[in-house]
């Protein structure tokens, strides 16, 4: 059974401060990770995924991710957050098994609050 | 461009009354199509997954039941609402058979059960 972790409920910072948001996942199989963010009310929206090569990959708004095997992570950060980035972000992690790959797990979700 | 679409935006209901949420995807043939649901403040549970037409299968047993009578549309319904089944319910679709395809969402039904 895979799990998701994702250690900080809620997160506050400055705009312009830069911000890290925690995922681990267990699971010893081959898997795909990624990252959603949802605005208050709204559906999710993708940010980026990583299944295999370089472990550092890019997404939107400059946000972006390294994967680690070794510690079990999957860390959201950008570089200089803006108020819009206010929001919950949610990690994901899936099984890579079947090209239909059904199940998903998403983590509890961190709140991230920009301050002006 | 393909275009997922929620409906109703929200709903309150009274406990012991029926429900259906629907979710319509356009421009895409075939998509595997999802329902998730949030409860308030909390994380997304799968609730049922579909492939292909009249094929749904359960992943969370919550006394509610789905459907998908066309290619691009997802019925997620129940005839006795409880108290529990208030939150957020969530339509996703994914192109078949991409196994490392990102999840697109809808804009969600908010459901409050009084």
């Known amino acids: 059974t895979q799990t998701v972790s994702q250690s900080d409920a809620h997160v506050t910072v400055f705009e312009g401060d830069s911000v890290e948001l925690r995922c681990n996942y267990s699971?010893?199989?081959?898997?795909?990770l990624s990252w959603y963010i949802q605005h208050h009310g709204h559906g999710l929206q993708f940010l980026l995924k990583y299944y295999s090569g370089n472990p550092v990959v890019q997404g939107v708004n400059g946000f972006e991710a390294e994967f680690s095997k070794s510690d079990s992570s999957f860390h959201l950060r950008k570089a200089s957050v803006h108020w819009s980035d206010s929001a919950v972000y949610f990690c994901?992690?899936?099984?890579?098994?079947?090209?239909?790959?059904?199940?998903?797990?998403f983590g509890t979700g961190t709140r991230l609050q920009v301050l002006p | 461009a393909q275009t997922i679409h929620q409906w109703p935006v929200a709903e309150i209901k009274a406990v012991g009354s029926p429900l259906s949420l629907g979710c319509t995807i356009k421009?895409?043939?075939?998509?595997?199509l999802y329902w998730y649901w949030q409860a308030t403040g909390g994380t997304l549970q799968q609730l049922f997954y579909s492939i292909t037409v009249g094929q749904v299968e359960s992943v969370v047993q919550l006394n509610l039941s789905a459907s998908r009578p066309k290619d691009d549309q997802f019925i997620l319904s129940t005839e006795k609402l409880l108290l529990s089944h208030s939150g957020f319910y969530l339509c996703a679709w994914r192109p078949a058979g991409q196994a490392n395809s990102d999840y697109t969402f809808g804009s969600g039904t908010r459901l409050l059960v009084i």
């Open positions: 421009g895409k043939s075939s998509p595997n």
């Open positions: 699971y010893g199989g081959s898997i795909y």
């Open positions: 994901a992690v899936s099984l890579s098994y079947s090209s239909n790959t059904n199940k998903v797990v």
